[in-house]
């Protein structure tokens, strides 16, 4: 990580009649800084004194924002240097339901995904009818998502063979971009994320040196039928990937 040759004191607008926290609308404004470029990798940001100074704020206030950026492994303080842009945040998404395709380009990452498996067969065949209980048979698809080249999850699909999934089209788009263009209207997922170690297979394919972490995400997706659209057994590097949700208190 490089260091700038002084902090960076960036425009700032506060709004106080907002119910917002300040904090928060302090930690907003620093990310966006951060994604639109504004901030770079090693940047460092001026000194909370000086911050709170000139936007008229309370030191706790700017710590909790600085603070939660970190958590958020946006920024890294280190003594004698002072706050940084770290140099590679990870992925960060929001608990809703989307495509990871989607949501990278969204945010400015260049998505990529490389078919690893294709195989069909009965959910008894293929070894998911403890999850899922279907007379249809179903696809499977295990495919590499890279963000800006570089490896960030390993995607399993189950999903009925009535979708036309075409390997052209799973390369340049995402799953529900594909499958809304031939008329599925999503009506409900349940997810669940947890956490486990990677096998050495998963290790190489994800560049990871074992032991190593990864999330953990099944979901089962339906359409305004009751229908099976989907079950996704995906995992995702911990080391450059993070979930994230707000709670309104």
């Known amino acids: 990580m490089t260091v700038a040759s002084g902090p960076v004191e960036l425009p700032i607008e506060l709004d106080r009649s907002s119910p917002v926290p300040l904090y928060h609308q302090l930690s907003l404004a620093l990310e966006r800084a951060i994604t639109d470029g504004a901030l770079r990798p090693g940047d460092r940001l001026e000194n909370e004194l000086a911050m709170t100074t000139r936007l008229g704020l309370a030191r706790p206030t700017a710590r909790q924002a600085i603070q939660e950026l970190v958590r958020k492994g ?19 998404r929001d608990v809703k339901f989307s495509s990871l395709h989607d949501d990278l380009a969204s945010t400015g990452h260049e998505p990529s995904t490389e078919l690893l498996e294709r195989s069909s067969g009965t959910a008894a065949e293929l070894g998911v009818d403890d999850v899922v209980e279907v007379d249809e048979r179903l696809v499977h698809l295990r495919r590499l998502r890279r963000a800006d080249g570089d490896p960030l999850a390993i995607m399993t699909n189950y999903l009925p063979d009535r979708f036309r999934l075409e390997e052209e089209e799973l390369r340049e788009r995402g799953l529900y971009a594909t499958l809304r263009a031939q008329g599925v209207t999503f009506a409900i997922a349940h997810q669940t994320i947890g956490a486990r170690l990677v096998t050495s297979e998963e290790a190489a394919l994800l560049g990871e040196t074992e032991p190593a972490a990864c999330v953990t995400m099944q979901r089962l997706v339906y359409d305004d039928t009751g229908r099976l659209v989907e079950l996704g057994r995906h995992i995702y590097r911990a080391s450059q990937y993070t979930v994230q949700t707000s709670l309104v208190i």
């Open 74 to 92: 946006l920024l890294v303080r280190k003594r004698g240097v002072g706050t940084q842009v770290v140099a590679a945040p990870p992925i960060r």
